[in-house]
């Protein structure tokens, strides 16, 4: 089977931009019901494009193509941006939803279950199928925000030795965009930058590093740069949700 792809877009205004992106299929399939990498990248960046069109970040005419190192181009005012899309999410609550989806999709993962650093052993995840454990013991304070970050500076070094796959290409920007699907209460956003920024301030003067990093959590993007933080308005075209 073919791996989804986008169909590269060229616009000269911003409604057409915003006109192509509406159209594009954005439905991404349940984990371990045939969802590919791909399906997340297009949801992903077409959300990012959106938002960062919508609150004027962009000069026309603009075009984008989804690639490979690095996922996405975007070509502007005789620019290249090379955009990497990736996802930030537990491996094991990754795995327990696939497993979920396909055997027991009536039941959720409850948020906390798996804590960052933590080591969890094959009898816990079994008996996590079968609901032989105790509750999550929750969270106190900002330990939510500073999973949160831990999560992300752990994961932004980890896209970011994969830069050298792609220097040949002589980019003027290097974008690093990040969907957060951490099963975890809805963290302070604020507050989230402040812990993650000190973990990946030696990010912005290494040998390979991104311009700018973007994190989409719940209904805003988290735009961060060597120089600062925003927090912009997730501009939602689609109304949809991915799980």
Request: some cysteine; proline content about 5%.
């Given at each position: 089977?073919?791996?989804?792809?986008?169909?590269?877009?060229?616009?000269?205004?911003?409604?057409?931009?915003?006109?192509?992106?509406?159209r594009q299929e954005m439905t991404v399939p349940l984990r371990g019901m045939g969802r590919e990498k791909e399906h997340v990248e297009i949801y992903t960046a077409c959300r990012l494009i959106s938002t960062l069109a919508a609150t004027?970040?962009?000069?026309?005419?603009?075009?984008?193509?989804?690639?490979?190192?690095?996922?996405?181009?975007l070509s502007a005012e005789g620019k290249e941006i090379g955009i990497e899309v990736t996802e930030s999410v537990d491996e094991h609550?990754?795995?327990?939803?696939?497993?979920?989806?396909?055997?027991?999709?009536?039941?959720?993962?409850?948020?906390?279950?798996?804590?960052?650093?933590?080591k969890y052993g094959r009898e816990y995840l079994r008996n996590l199928r079968t609901g032989n454990v105790a509750p999550s013991p929750g969270y106190s304070g900002d330990e939510?925000?500073?999973?949160?970050?831990?999560?992300?500076?752990?994961?932004?070094?980890?896209?970011r030795?994969?830069?050298?796959?792609?220097?040949?290409?002589?980019?003027?920007?290097?974008?690093?965009?990040?969907y957060d699907n951490l099963y975890l209460p809805m963290p302070e956003m604020d507050i989230c930058i402040k812990y993650l920024r000190p973990r990946i301030h030696q990010t912005w003067h290494a040998d390979f590093a991104f311009d700018a990093i973007f994190i989409?959590?719940?209904?805003?993007?988290v735009r961060i740069t060597a120089d600062g933080s925003e927090i912009l308005p997730l501009n939602d075209l689609w109304k949809i949700s991915k799980g």
């Open positions: 089977m073919a791996h989804p792809k986008m169909n590269p877009i060229q616009a000269f205004s911003i409604e057409e931009l915003l006109g192509l992106l509406r004027n970040h962009f000069r026309f005419p603009l075009k984008i193509t989804h690639d490979d190192k690095p996922d996405f181009l609550d990754a795995k327990l939803d696939a497993w979920l989806n396909e055997h027991k999709p009536e039941e959720y993962i409850e948020s906390g279950r798996f804590r960052y650093g933590q939510v925000e500073c999973d949160w970050a831990f999560y992300m500076a752990d994961l932004i070094e980890k896209k030795s994969k830069i050298k796959n792609f220097t040949c290409l002589n980019l003027d920007k290097k974008w690093l965009s990040i989409e959590a719940g209904n805003e993007i």
